[in-house]
């Protein structure tokens, strides 16, 4: 009978077991009652089993928190009196003494007596308790007691009259209660399937109390041991926290001097283990296990450390994406998609700040699978692809990769506009994309940036100003572009008015007031082009492109005291810029005219070791170009957008060289150029002219010819093979480059005027009339052109005409520049 009985006790102890572990506590309640019943001597476990099942089944419930206080000291007391009944002298002989004091922590807790928890914890040493191996509930139920004991440490208040001394041991205490929480919590999750919301709080407390103090080595060391512990189902969205968390400590103070790469964890000696297990070890019988490789990567700083987290933790959050759009799934939904976004952002910040733009585009693309109508998203991989065109300084090949790309930029803008409609800023920079020299694509860029003024406008936001700058620009390159008087006129009217309001709203944007300048000089008013200068300088000392105007300006006059002023301009341009090239252009062409030729020479010499000296650099991956920290004195753009303002512009130049091949080169069988070749090519043609000003026409003939070596297939090498043929008396052959150069570029004004000039030499007078007129349509204020149309009609023997066109090259002479502006 005895036998019996003992049997089905055994029985009984195996089901609550089993029960416990699955948190079916009904059912532990229900054999408990029965253990009581069948054996008197087990009460104390049965009283321990039903106050453990009334606690654990209530805060399945109502969770402890500050709302539930009242509620959890009303219906806690009958699993306070049955916990309190297992304390005793036989609860110590049963083994459950030390369980039961700290679920009466819990309990406690749960009421808001944080006193009375830390007790509990007080009585069972809890601090000293030896690590051994536990089942799964106790280890759940000892992991919580830590946690509990440092949430009751944080939440009591501490006396002002309390040390420093004891607040320091008081928050040492704290922090290892949640550090050894931690990694039980990781232990019982490797083997069970949810933790409680005192154990997801204790997970994430340690390193951030670390971070509250200023020890963010030992916050990063805190995240690091968490995250290198082997991964369970039920630690993924708690891993893809701790990633997020460990990035933002990284990239917020882990940088430079202080940081310290990651200890990789010992192998295990190989033994009689599988290779799956090898590969994990545990220090400790209450430590987690964690990944061990031999090809396990480490990472050497801290620009590693961030990318491979961010990495890992986008590939979690994409990985637990909800794709489904049904309304059951919009609360799911929802949070996957904000775990994504906050990953996806982080990861845009970190490589747009270390020029791995790449890296951020194809996250975006991928996150494109769950982000439907995300206006978000679309913003934020609409703004990384325009930022990609922006780092573009190769040739534009229609249907090549890069053109496709800038492309895609556009469709992108297209896609996203309709979900921000209120979002002017998106809108400028699209339109900075489509203003590029690469692409020129003017109507939409007009377009787009009439739409943001528009939202400006109506909302009278602090983008006016800079909205109306944009719009002035996309006029002012469509009067550059177009061929037709009215329309030309029309819209250098519009740009002005445009650029003279964003000068009103914003009086302190030097590139208001460059624009502003640049279209006074397009339009001839030139003592309004050196104030806007003047202007222009004032708000920012080292705008190149206003250096660039005032040298222009400055180098008009034939006073040597304006040409001391150009050249000063000039040598600050160079001194603002030293690894730009357009400051040693200017340069060249100033002393040419106002110290002496050889002094140019040397100056276009240093132009072409500058070229030379840049590294090759291969700006295509996957369509895209990768974001790198080229300074402003190496891009000349001067609509950039890498300003800190994200749409300021941070390179003034004005000189924008040939960026494009002609639609002969687009073929698949030509050759790619090098990426600084044309710029090369366009230091040789600089050295070609400079030849040629100083009677060396042999000299320029050969760097035409390297000229030609780089770039086969522009009108600018054709147009000046022209001129150093003319200059040999070649007048057929320059006729013949001249007309080649025509059916590359049909509207080069330089290659129409020297062509008419070769028919007049060649003595054929109608076709040099007929060509010079066709010049003075594209640009009428040129004095050059009417000078020459003046001999061609006094040769035909039209005094008259003749005489009406040279009054208008002397009326005219004063506007022309002595260096070229800007195309």
């Known amino acids: 009978m005895t036998s019996r009985s003992k049997n089905a006790v055994r029985i009984y102890e195996s089901e609550i077991d089993k029960n416990r572990e699955d948190s079916n506590w009904k059912k532990v309640i229900d054999l408990a009652q029965l253990l009581k019943a069948r054996s008197p001597q087990h009460e104390s476990l049965a009283h321990f089993l039903i106050g453990e099942g009334k606690l654990e089944a209530y805060l399945e419930e109502w969770p402890p928190s500050k709302e539930n206080v009242e509620r959890a000291q009303r219906e806690l007391s009958e699993a306070r009196g049955y916990l309190t009944l297992a304390t005793d002298e036989a609860g110590k002989q049963a083994g459950v003494w030390l369980d039961a004091h700290l679920l009466l922590g819990k309990l406690h807790y749960a009421c808001g007596a944080y006193d009375e928890a830390l ?48 607040q320091a041991e008081r928050e040492t205490e704290m922090v290892r ?111 987690p296990k964690k990944y061990a490789s031999i090809n396990q990567f480490v990472p050497s700083n801290a620009y590693e450390e961030v990318v491979l987290v961010l990495l890992v933790g986008e590939a979690m959050a994409v990985r637990g994406a909800v794709l489904s759009q049904s309304a059951e799934f919009e609360a799911a939904r929802a949070h996957a998609l904000r775990a994504a976004v906050a990953l996806v952002d982080l990861l845009a910040v970190a490589a747009t700040r270390w020029g791995q733009l790449c890296l951020v585009l194809e996250s975006l693309e991928r996150a494109m699978k769950f982000s439907f109508g995300c206006a978000h998203v679309w913003r934020q991989r609409a703004l990384a692809t325009a930022a990609a065109m922006s780092t573009i300084i190769i040739f534009m090949v229609v249907g090549g990769a890069a053109w496709a790309a800038a492309v895609r930029a556009l469709a992108v803008v297209r896609r996203a506009a309709p979900l921000v409609p209120a979002d002017a800023p998106l809108r400028l920079v699209a339109a900075d994309t489509c203003y590029q020299p690469t692409r020129r694509w003017i109507e939409d860029g007009i377009e787009l940036a009439e739409a943001a003024l528009a939202i400006e406008e109506e909302q009278e936001g602090p983008m006016l100003a800079r909205c109306c700058l944009y719009c002035g620009i996309g006029h002012q390159m469509k009067a550059q572009k177009t ?30 007031f460059y624009y502003l300048a640049l279209q006074y000089m397009y339009l001839g008013m030139l003592n309004d082009a050196m104030d806007a ?39 600050l341009a160079r001194l603002h810029h030293p690894s730009a090239e357009w400051p040693l252009w200017a340069l060249a062409a100033l002393q040419l005219v106002w110290e002496s030729g050889e002094a140019a020479l040397a100056t276009g010499k240093e132009l072409l070791t500058l070229l030379n000296n840049f590294e090759e650099t291969d700006l295509e991956q996957n369509g895209y170009t990768e974001l790198d920290a080229l300074s402003d004195d190496i891009h000349d753009d001067t609509h950039s957008t890498r300003d800190a303002a994200s749409l300021r512009a941070s390179s003034a130049g004005v000189v924008r060289a040939e960026r494009a091949l002609s639609d002969a080169a687009s073929s698949a069988s030509a050759p790619r150029p090098a990426p600084r070749a044309p710029r090369r090519a366009h230091a040789w ?43 040999d008396g070649a007048w057929g052959a320059a006729r013949q480059s001249f007309q080649d150069a025509l059916a590359l570029h049909p509207t080069h004004l330089d290659s129409i005027v020297q062509l008419g000039a070769a028919y007049y030499a060649l003595g054929w007078l109608r076709l040099a009339e007929k060509a010079l007129r066709e010049a003075a349509a594209l640009e009428p204020a040129r004095a050059d052109t009417w000078r020459r149309l003046a001999l061609v009609l006094a040769a035909l023997g039209e005094p008259a005409a003749a005489a009406d066109a040279a009054a208008a090259a002397l009326a005219l002479h004063p506007r022309a520049p002595a260096l070229p502006l800007p195309p």
Request: hydrophobic share 40%.
């Open 483 to 512: 061929n037709c008087r009215i329309e030309k006129e029309a819209a250098n009217t519009t740009s002005l008015k445009l650029l003279q309001r964003a000068v009103q709203l914003d009086d302190n944007d030097h590139l208001a």
């Open 177 to 287: 209660s949640f550090e050894v929480s931690s990694e039980l919590t990781l232990l019982y999750l490797q083997r069970a399937s949810a933790a409680s919301p005192p154990l997801d709080a204790a997970m994430q407390r340690a390193p951030l109390l670390h971070v509250r103090a200023g020890r963010l080595q030992d916050a990063v060391h805190r995240y690091r041991e968490m995250l290198t512990a082997v991964e369970s189902p039920a630690t993924q969205g708690l891993r893809l926290s701790l990633a997020r968390q460990l990035a933002e400590v990284l990239m917020r103070g882990g940088t430079g001097q202080v940081y310290k790469p990651p200890e990789k964890v010992p192998t295990p000696q190989p033994g009689t283990l599988s290779r799956r297990k090898e590969e994990h070890v545990s220090e400790g019988p209450w430590k």
């Open 533 to 571: 200068t003047r202007a222009c300088l004032a708000a920012r000392a080292e705008c190149g492109g206003a250096l660039r105007l005032a040298a222009a300006l400055w180098a008009r006059a034939c006073a040597g005291r304006r040409g001391a002023r150009a050249l000063q301009a000039a040598r």
């Open 119 to 166: 007790k509990q914890y007080k009585l069972v040493d809890l601090n000293t308790l030896k690590e051994k191996e536990l089942p799964v509930r106790s280890l759940r139920i000892m992991a919580e007691s830590y946690a509990i004991k440092g949430l009751c440490l944080e939440q009591n208040a501490v006396p002002g009259s309390t040390s420093r001394f004891k």
């Open 685 to 727: 043609l600089l050295l070609a002219d400079l030849c040629l000003r100083l009677d060396r026409v042999s000299a320029a003939s050969g760097c035409v010819a390297e000229a030609a070596a780089l770039a086969p297939h522009s009108h600018l090498v054709l147009y000046t093979r022209g001129l150093v043929q003319a200059a």
